[in-house]
């Protein structure tokens, strides 16, 4: 007899911008992330594919409702890497460790930028897939606003898997978007 491994998803956003996209029906958009981009619908694989998917991910959601696509930014990626860590290390939050909410964006070189936000999302087993991932900041109004908003033009993003949370199983996203210029 086999012991079901509960699953758990929890998504949080910060610095929603003002004027994004009014809701939809998101189900079209996120079955055209399923078989569109590969390997979106598993939390499985390795870090390259796991990061393309989400790339893919967001640059097609947004596309579908009429924005331009953000593109990979260098800082913008290592900033995320360093958020994935602190956040791995001291808990779910935008300011995990007691670190201002810029902090890794200054580390990084990101700043000086006009606007920039973020996306946290945890999920245990398969609820950390990035279609999965992508439909929990759709449903949030935070986390959408960040995802849609047409200023955003960098993009980066960062993951964990692993043990997290004192749970097996977890894949840990930060996604953060900006504009410098």
Known sequence: MGVLAPLTALVFGFAAPVGTLQERSDAPVLAAVASSCAGATSA????????EAMY????????????????????????SVLKADAVRRCGF??????????????????LPARAFAENLAWGQGELGSPVHTLA?????????????????????????RGRIFGREGVTLWVMQVGLRR
């Open 93 to 110: 939050s935008h300011t995990p460790c007691g670190m201002s909410f810029t902090l890794t964006f200054r580390r990084a070189g990101y």
């Open 56 to 79: 893919c991910g967001i640059n097609l959601v947004r596309r579908s409702y009429g924005l331009g696509s953000v593109r990979g930014n260098g800082p913008l990626n290592r900033s």
């Open 44 to 51: 499985a694989g390795d870090a390259h594919s796991r990061l």
């Open 136 to 160: 929990m900041w759709l449903n949030s109004p935070p986390h959408r606003a960040n995802l849609l908003s047409r200023r955003w033009r960098d993009l980066g993003i960062a993951f964990e």
